[in-house]
C-alpha cells in the first residue's frame, strides 16, 4: 500500500515491487496523476484523497479487505519559511499534520499489516542544520525518528521504520525550485561524494529493502549521497 503513489518515491517504490512480482495499493491527493499511475501498474486498487486528513487515511487503510504486507507513507511537502514571513496556523497544520498522518497510519497499520511487515514513513536530513527558513522542517526532521521509534514499539510485531532522505530529483523538487532545479542538480554533481544526484529509484531501493529485512524496527535510514558531510 503506496500513500503518495502517484508521483516520485512513492511511484517509483510501487513500480519496483510491481517488477519484483507484488502487488500494490496506490493513493495520492492527485486524481489525474493517480490515474496515470494506475494505467502503468495495474494496482489493485486506487483511492483520491489528502492523507492529511487523518480521518480519511485511516478509514482507508480499516477498510481495504484482509491485511497487507507493507504500507509505504510519502505524503507531505517541506516547509522553508523564514520566520518573519511565517503564517503561525500554517506552520502548526503543517507540524502537527505530519505527525498526526503517522499517528494514525499507526493505529490503523496496527490492525491492517501483517505481522512482520512494514510501516514506512518518508522524511528528510535537510533540517539537521539550522538555517534561516528551517524551523518548522528542522523540528520535524528531529521528531520523526523519536516518533518511529515509539511506533515500533506500540505497534509490534509490524515494523515501523523512517527513510530521511537528502535532495531527491523527483517532480516535488523541481516545483520547490523552480528555474534554479538545474544549477542544483549541477552543485550536486560536483560535491557529493556519490558524484551524481540521489533520484527516486535510489529512495526506493531502500525502501524495497527495509520491507524485505524483517530484523529492522524503529530505525531512522538516511540516503542523500552523502550530503550531510560536505558544506552547504
Known amino acids: 500500500m503506496v500513500v503518495g503513489g502517484s508521483a516520485g518515491i512513492g511511484l517509483e517504490t510501487a513500480r519496483q515491487v510491481r517488477a519484483a ?13 493517480l490515474e496515470r499511475a494506475a494505467a502503468e501498474l495495474s494496482p489493485l486498487s486506487t483511492a483520491a484523497f489528502d492523507a492529511l486528513d487523518t480521518d480519511r487515511l485511516e478509514r482507508f487503510l480499516r477498510d481495504l479487505p484482509g491485511q497487507v504486507d507493507h504500507v509505504l507513507v510519502t505524503a507531505g511537502n517541506p516547509t522553508y ?3 518573519d514571513d511565517l503564517d503561525l496556523t500554517d506552520a502548526g497544520r503543517d507540524f502537527g499534520g505530519r505527525i498526526a ?16 511487515g512494514t510501516l514506512l514513513f518518508i522524511g528528510g536530513t535537510g533540517g539537521r542544520r ?3 527558513g528551517m524551523a518548522v522542517t528542522g523540528a520535524l526532521t528531529a521528531a520523526l525518528p523519536a516518533l518511529t521509534a515509539n511506533l515500533a514499539l ?4 509490524v515494523r515501523v521504520n523512517l527513510i530521511a532522505a537528502g535532495f531527491v530529483d523527483t517532480p516535488l523538487s523541481a516545483s520547490l525550485l523552480g ?14 561524494p556519490i558524484g551524481r544526484v540521489v533520484g527516486p529509484a535510489d529512495v526506493a531501493a531502500l525502501a524495497l529493502h527495509i520491507m524485505a529485512n524483517g530484523a529492522l524496527t524503529g530505525a531512522t535510514y538516511d540516503i542523500d549521497g552523502g550530503q ?3 558544506a552547504h
Not at 528555474?179 to 557529493?192: P, V
Open 81 to 83: 519559511t523564514p520566520l
Open 154 to 157: 506500540e505497534v509490534a510485531p
Open 21 to 33: 512480482g507484488g502487488d500494490v495499493v496506490l493513493a495520492a491527493r492527485n486524481a489525474d496523476r
Open 228 to 230: 550531510q558531510l560536505v
Open 130 to 132: 539550522p538555517a534561516a
Open 179 to 192: 528555474d534554479r532545479l538545474e544549477a542544483r542538480r549541477e552543485e550536486l554533481r560536483k560535491t557529493l
Open 101 to 116: 498522518m503517522m499517528l494514525a497510519a499507526g493505529r490503523a497499520g496496527r490492525e491492517k499489516v501483517k505481522a512482520g
